[in-house]
């Protein structure tokens, strides 16, 4: 296992992968299960709570998010229901030192398979609901400063603590 660099947005501009749509896992490989297992190591040891493997400089359509009491794997997610409103900071260990206020739904239900290939799905509210959101966004080539109503240094959002 191992811990992979994480592009950062600022250095990320010639090529873009953090802007790029993902392509769905065909095959569930030794490589696939390997990227799997390098995302959480490198989940923990930046102490996120999501990655997806466009950050990590893989087009395909893995994430990993700690719920708090696991870390989930979901290969080729879909968003199928989303309920309610929440609207709150957001960071990305792809775009360092920044924060945006962004409006998510307060419950997510997602489709997805597992490192056997099989289906589940999964629901997750406030914290694990805007991860699932923002992760999945990622796939998409969708940043969350895209879509927050405002983006501030870390030194703005400690200054109004």
């Known amino acids: 296992m191992a811990i992979l660099n994480i ?26 299960l390997q990227l799997l297992d390098d995302m959480k190591d490198t989940l923990r040891a930046a102490n996120g709570i999501g990655l997806a493997a466009p950050q990590v400089g893989v087009l395909r359509r893995v994430v990993v998010v700690d719920n708090g009491e696991k870390i989930l794997e979901l290969i080729n997610p879909e968003i199928v229901k989303t309920e309610g409103e929440q609207t709150g900071f957001e960071a990305c260990l792809s775009v360092p030192g920044k924060y945006g206020t962004v409006k998510r739904p307060m419950r997510v239900t997602v489709k997805a398979l597992d490192r056997n290939g099989n ?10 609901a805007r991860a699932f959101c ?12 895209d879509l927050a109503s405002e983006v501030l240094d870390q030194s703005e959002v400690e200054e109004d603590e």
């Open 134 to 145: 923002h992760e999945i966004d990622h796939l998409n080539g969708v940043l969350y400063t």
């Open 7 to 32: 592009i950062n947005v600022n250095d990320d501009k010639e090529n873009g992968t953090l802007r790029k749509k993902s392509r769905p896992v065909e095959q569930i490989n030794a490589r696939i």
């Open 119 to 128: 289906e589940f799905t999964v629901t997750g509210e406030e914290l694990t």
